[in-house]
Nanobody, 115 residues
Framework: QVQLVESGGGLVQAGESLRLSCAAS????????MGWYRQAPGKQRELVAA???????NYADSVKGRFTVSRDNAKNTVDLQMNSRKPEDTAVYYC?????????WGQGTQVTVSS
């Protein structure tokens, strides 16, 4: 069974940087997409950034130029480097793995940005 474990959340000041990491374990199909979603209080979960096993990336407009997603296929890990944080980035961040129509979620990690 595939499991995702996130790490790196916490409290930061606006403008500071933070890095999230996610490690996938289990039987993982080599062709997949890993990504980060977030959900703020009272809002729907939204895509932040995703990266395919081939290295193609996709970002939400609100984070372009500030966040960078990267992965290590050999280790089945995906990271999210978040720079120039804003208070509106405050949310629970979830790691996601998608392959062959299947999807798995991590437990989520809280990121709070104070102004």
């Amino acid at each position: 069974q595939v499991q995702l474990v996130e790490s790196g959340g916490g409290l930061v000041q606006a403008g500071e940087s933070l890095r999230l990491s996610c490690a996938a374990s289990g039987s993982i199909f080599s062709i997949n997409t890993m990504g980060w979603y977030r959900q703020a209080p009272g809002k729907q979960r939204e895509l932040v950034a995703a990266i395919t096993s081939g290295g193609s990336t996709n970002y939400a407009d609100s984070v372009k130029g500030r966040f960078t997603v990267s992965r290590d296929n050999a280790k089945n890990t995906v990271d999210l480097q978040m720079n120039s944080r804003k208070p509106e980035d405050t949310a629970v961040y979830y790691c996601n793995l998608w392959w062959l129509g299947r999807s798995r979620w991590g437990q989520g990690t809280q990121v709070t940005v104070s102004s």
